[in-house]
């Protein structure tokens, strides 16, 4: 269960390398995760596979089996896009039904079809009725999910499906996304740019750059033991190991203690505190060098001692 990716080049007019010779085994029972910089190629790879994108060198392959000349409409890929590109003119439940119709599947069946993926995607049945246009940003991405499953394609491409959510819709999308994708055993391939999503969903996150991948892994192993320092600002927050310049923690790993009452290595200068919901965050200042920690009680007085266990020193080669 297997999409690869073999050399795969996508040169652009204007000497754009957008992918550079990209090699990836990605499992099509899983949810993976790409992140990358804006402009890292992230777009031009999901087109790729897709097969809305041509390539210039290298091979695709789904399951040993050539993907590299099938064409997008005959391809066992849906694409999510930003703008979920329904259709204004049909009805929601004709919307999802849509590529079932043109399969050849009766109306009604691929109604009922249609009326069951929006039931699991938490839709009331009301609103196979209506029109995209009237549609909330969080309903029509859940409309869109609805018609990527339909047909039961072997992967399912999104790109930033999120981005336009707020907080707590993005929250509960992320949720169902989970749910589907273990659900319907479909290959999830996710861009996105916040670690949360990677660390929640993904089962495997590639790191790209300047069109090459540059590290992959499970989230867990990218967040604790990441081998760039890119992965590991895409996975979560750094802080440097205070006295150094060439050594990070995450920031929950720096401990804050009491001055007088626990010792820890050293001490530094409180500039600010700020509950950031689960957690503190306090702001530190030692000999001039910025910190940042995440910790359950915060700091009482101006200073604080700092400890930290050298097995979560994180340091990167240059
Ligand atoms: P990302 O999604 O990671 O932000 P893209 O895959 O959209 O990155 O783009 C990768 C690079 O290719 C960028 O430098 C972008 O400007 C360039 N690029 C993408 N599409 C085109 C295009 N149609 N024509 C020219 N350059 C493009
Ligand atoms: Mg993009």
Redesign the pocket.
Known sequence: MTLRLSAVTRR???G?V?LDAVELELPTDAYVCVM??????????LRIVAGLEPLDEGTLSLDGEPLTRVPAERRPVHTVFQDHALFPHLDVLDNVAFAARIAGEPRERARAEAAALLEELGLPPQLGARRPATLSGGEAQRVALARALVRHPRVVLL?EPLAALDRGRRAELRRMLHRLQRRHGVGFIH?THDPQDALALADHVVV?AG?RVREQGPPAELYRRPRTMLGARLLGELTPVPGRCDAWLRPERLRVLEPGVERGRMTARVIRVALLGPQWEVELELDGQPGLAWCDRPPQGERCDLDWDPDDVLSFPS
């Open positions: 652009f007019a204007g754009t957008a990358g910089p804006s402009g890292s190629g992230k777009t031009t790879l790109d861009v790209l069109g």
